[in-house]
């Protein structure tokens, strides 16, 4: 049964690679030509941009890969009557499951570990790199703490920030001064300024410049990224550890991880509820038609983060219930259909 049990994992993770280099083949591609539209003297900065964000496509992919892997593993298997002989000599239908939750479980595995050591150092360079070399884009990004406002264009992988302005106001909310900075560095309970303007406003209009300038607050760079960045950008460990300050899309980024698993096992063993009751009329037909239902049910679990904000319905909510209803389906599919059993084709 062991040899069985590996010869099936080799099907499908030859499968399901083959499939993870065709998507992200063609995801090369169309950013390629996405990037061919810009100068010159960009195309240098695109391939790198191109090339660090691979690591995220393949998280992306993971699910429907494995899904389409799984399809392709089984519908080859029961089109060879290999299969059939399977069933025949005992393996049922509960190991195959076991088989496609153990794989898919090893696949998000893999897939939180990218994100958090490999996608995120990745995204954050690449999105800096980005920033700084588009001359175009006009970033701002806002902060209030107390009362200062913050702004300032990008916050580098070295927790430094660029191009800062910082708005001071009173307690009746009446503008006192404008710092303006270049740059700015953390020192534990403060901020160093760099090439600093500063504006006073009163009687007169007083601006003075300084070389090095000091900031006092506990406004650290992780609750800047709180604040004000992409969820996509931070470890889900950092997500977790500052879970009551996140804002609701940054929750539900970290909601979406979690649950992320049980919506790629539910994926997998779609291709399980749609061979085994049939195993006497799949074709390249049920690769098509099961894959179909797999976007959608992965398009229906990408949109649950905007039907989580449209309607204020929690995401723990919105992001469990689909692969909890994909799962049900492919308990009905598997189990109490009339042709759940299957109808073994004999070799003559």
Not at 78 to 98: K, P, Q
Not at 164 to 192: C, G, T
Not at 293 to 317: D, E, K, N, R, T
């Amino acid at each position: 049964m062991l040899l069985l049990n590996r010869y099936i994992i080799t099907e499908i993770v030859r499968s399901t690679i083959w499939v993870i280099a065709v998507l992200l083949g063609i995801d090369v591609v169309f950013s390629f030509a996405e990037w061919s539209g810009r100068p010159h003297s960009a195309n240098e900065l695109g391939m790198l941009y191109i090339g660090y964000r691979v690591p995220e496509k393949m998280n992306l992919y993971f699910p429907i890969a494995l899904l389409i892997g799984n399809l392709i593993a089984f519908t080859r298997l029961a089109m060879h009557n290999e299969l059939t002989i399977m069933l025949l000599a005992g393996l049922n239908r509960w190991r195959l499951m076991i088989i496609v939750m153990v794989l898919a479980i090893l696949c998000e595995g893999i897939a939180i570990a990218n994100r958090e050591y490999i996608v995120f150092q990745a995204k954050r360079v690449t999105t800096a790199q980005v920033t700084e070399s588009d001359e175009r884009t006009v970033h701002t990004n806002w902060l209030r703490h107390n009362n200062d406002y913050l702004s300032y264009a990008t916050l580098q992988p070295d927790n430094s920030l660029t191009q800062i302005a910082i708005y001071r106001f009173d307690a009746h909310m009446k503008l006192q001064q404008v710092w303006r900075a270049q740059r700015a560095w953390f020192e534990s309970d403060y901020w160093q300024l760099a090439q600093v303007e500063i504006t006073t406003l009163g009687t007169r209009v007083d601006t003075h410049h300084f070389d090095r300038h000091t900031w006092k607050t506990q406004l650290s760079p992780i609750a800047i990224q709180l604040a004000t960045a992409d969820a996509t950008l931070l470890p889900l460990s950092t997500l977790w550890r500052h879970y009551d300050t996140l804002q609701h899309a940054q929750r539900a980024e970290l909601w979406r991880y979690i649950v992320r698993p049980l919506a790629t096992i539910a994926l997998a063993l779609l291709a399980v509820a749609l061979i085994i009751p049939r195993l006497n009329r799949v074709n390249t037909t049920t690769i098509f038609i099961g894959s179909a239902i797999g976007i959608i049910f992965y398009v229906v679990q990408y949109c649950a983060h905007a039907i989580s904000l449209a309607w204020h319905i929690s995401p723990v909510i919105v992001f469990i219930i689909p692969p909890i209803a994909m799962l049900v389906i492919n308990g009905m599919l598997l189990f109490f259909r009339k042709s759940a059993v299957p109808l073994l084709k004999v070799p003559e």
